[in-house]
């Protein structure tokens, strides 16, 4: 079964480093989501691209954080500087129209001590 | 991003009994849902979907009925396992805005053997 991979599962760094998140959809996916867990909450969508284009960036804190999708395949999302409160679930998602099809990788738990 | 509420935050069922998880959506344009599954430490697993032309979608052990009216999902699951223990979230998808997922807080469920 096809699935979304994300590493690293888990990541721990020190407040004010540089942190990132890789993700490789399903392959021909070509709707990628990242989006932030606390925990105890629902997932809050951060950034959605279709193929390497951003499509909502909206939310997403864009005096530390990044995310990019050079060939519309994987991607990455980096954290600079990381801040207490960036510890969370990062999850990546991806469908194949974008409007079916929604998948999710396991995540990347993220501590920031 | 816009509110998918859910109704209770916990819910405690006998093993064997039937399991109704309810989701309340806030924007009427919303013309998808999803309902995922979410086990401790892992990303969201899809459950069952329905788009807003239908008011009800059967899966295997699981129903998912829509109240366009009232704005309400729920999620029924026949016969709760010990499996079925996880949390439960509802996402809304408003196509006319990209795609963009929403989810609730979710909803706890945890099955009594």
Known sequence: ?113 | GESVGLHLPTLSVQEGDNSIINCAYSNSASDYFIWYKQESGKGPQFIIDIRSNMDKRQGQRVTVLLNKTVKHLSLQIAATQPGDSAVYFCAEIITNTGNQFYFGTGTSLTVIP
């Open chain 1, 1 to 113: 079964e096809a699935e979304v991979a994300q590493s690293p599962r888990y990541k721990i760094t020190e407040k004010s480093q540089a942190v990132a998140f890789w993700c490789d959809p399903i392959s021909g996916h070509a709707t990628l989501y990242w989006y932030r867990q606390i925990l105890g909450q629902g997932p809050e969508l951060l950034v959605q691209f279709q193929d390497e284009s951003v499509v909502d960036d909206s939310q997403l804190p864009k005096d530390r954080f990044s995310a990019e999708r050079l060939k519309g395949v994987d991607s990455t999302l980096k954290i600079q500087p990381a801040e207490l409160g960036d510890s969370a679930m990062y999850l990546c998602a991806s469908s194949l129209t974008g409007t079916s099809g929604y998948t999710f990788g396991s995540g990347t738990r993220l501590t920031v001590v």
